[in-house]
């Protein structure tokens, strides 16, 4: 093949038709037009000698060569993006955009003061917000959209992890429970009427595998996939949420909640930020990274603070 002869635009394009797997998708993904996009398909299947995209029904599907090419395409492209790293990252003046995936409780926690401090140093600046949907969902296409993770466990591949802040799990009841106190003894806790929060990736609640851990069982009576529906479904019921305490502690006044100790106590929660190895250079993705330490370890008292 002739490379001097080869539009590298045209890889651009190759990359969002694999991504996409639909013409109309990888145009809008790309900022073309639906017949430039077909134009560049067809371009693309002359130089590879392969269809690429085939229709099997109502669908297009990619062909065993185009599912070939993805892995060693994103890789090149990351590659030659990096080429066209700035030595440095001019926040105030950057419009850049930064798409982070998180869970809703990191959500409540973060962003408002995160914001806060980016209106300030970096007014132009775009987050994206993408709800945590477990690992599973870390296919290499996917992990190449993201700029930041923040979440428990352990790494996600070809991510660096750092903690982030750290957190317990408490009682909420709305105020003025009736039970609310008592909640402190392990047979009314395990027999109170609980919100499980079940996150899209997860088969239960983080809770209740602990506690089946233990040989117990608590009392589920509705199943929600947020920690923030959890609050607000409490707040106007007497349902009893097992969630993190800073939290509750975010919501008491809104909300009208109160925290309870719980009588068993599972332990320090650690939630973790994790950056894609791609990135670690990356004067931008730096710079939003102190941020989002920063922000994270203010939560912690001092002495809790990572070294």
Known sequence: MNLAALDLNLLVALDALLLEGNVSRAAMRIGLSQPATSHALQRLRDVLGDPLLVRVGARMELTPRAQALRGPLSQALDQVRGLFIPDDFDAISSERQFRLMMPDLAVELLIP???ERISALAPNIRLDIVPWRGSAIMTAEFARMLDLVISIGNSFKGFHRQLLYTDSDAL??????AIGAKLKRRDVFLSARHVAVVIRGQNEDLIDGWLRS????????LVVPGYIEALHIVSRTDLVAFVPRRLIAALAGPLSLTTIAPPLDPGIDEQFMFYPTRAQFDPGSIWLRNLVLETGRALDPPKRRAV
């Open 214 to 221: 233990k040989g117990l069982e608590r009392r589920i009576a």
């Open 113 to 115: 003061p995160l914001m």
């Open 172 to 177: 909420a009841v709305r105020r003025g429970h």
